[in-house]
């Protein structure tokens, strides 16, 4: 199994727009991941995300540029305040790949509660828009590659 971990793009400051949608960059880099990850010949079907319209819109682009046919599943338990254990519990049950779409701090305790022996060390930059890549092998959780944002910043 191999989960995709994605922190959603780039999205507007509350200021401008209190729902915090994407900005232009923010979509051009998830566009531009999509892309990749394309390439990459992608085995998911799935994409949990938070229910946050930053977090949804990157799924709906990532999604459009995988071809359309994964199904979009909203994931609380992938909201910035939520504890890692409800989406671990998720993922738990499933044994095909998953692309997960989510924010800071969720997603660093998430992926350091599954690369056991590593909870208390931050070791990931996540930035919207990185990519960091799982793979479960016999049980456990080992990185395949962590990909920041600037990657996809030239056009694929």
Not at 105 to 123: H, M, T, V, W, Y
Request: proline letters at 5%.
């Amino acid at each position: 199994m191999i989960i995709y971990l994605v922190q959603h793009g780039e999205a507007l400051s509350e200021e401008i727009n209190p729902e915090r949608p994407l900005s232009e960059q923010g979509k051009k880099d998830i566009r531009n991941l999509g892309k990749f990850l394309k390439n990459l010949s992608v085995n998911a079907r799935l994409i949990y995300h938070s229910p946050k319209k930053r977090a949804i819109e990157t799924a709906e682009l990532m999604n459009e540029e995988l071809g359309g046919g994964l199904r979009l599943v909203e994931e609380t338990s992938l909201s910035p305040e939520e504890k890692p254990e409800g989406i671990i519990k998720s993922i738990n049950r499933l044994k095909e790949d998953l692309i997960i779409v989510g924010h800071l701090p969720n997603l660093g305790a998430f992926s350091r509660r599954l690369l056991k022996g590593l909870e208390d060390r931050c070791i990931f930059n996540f930035k919207p828009g990185s990519l960091l890549i799982l793979e479960n092998v016999e049980g456990k959780w080992r990185v395949m590659a962590f990909i920041p944002t600037d990657f996809f910043r030239v056009q694929i």
